[in-house]
């Protein structure tokens, strides 16, 4: 696991776990928001979206447990 900083008005940074498939992110306004079977795929297009918050909050928010 390594923390990873993103280009984001929203997001500051996520930390994913590729074994346990397990994503945090950590929102500017200090919240920290965790999600269970994320796959990769859906990791790598949050840090190559033009808007990962958009991206954020229509791929993966609302879409997956939250831990």
Do not use: C
Request: charged residues 20%; glycine residues 8%.
């Amino acid at each position: 696991m390594a923390i990873i900083s993103i280009q984001s008005k929203l997001i500051e940074a996520i930390d994913y776990d590729e074994d346990e498939k397990s994503l945090t992110i950590f929102l500017y306004n200090g919240e920290r928001r965790a999600y269970s079977g994320v796959s990769k795929g859906q990791v790598v297009g949050l840090t190559v979206a033009a808007s990962p918050g958009n991206y954020y909050m229509t791929e993966i928010r609302g879409k997956y447990p939250t831990l």
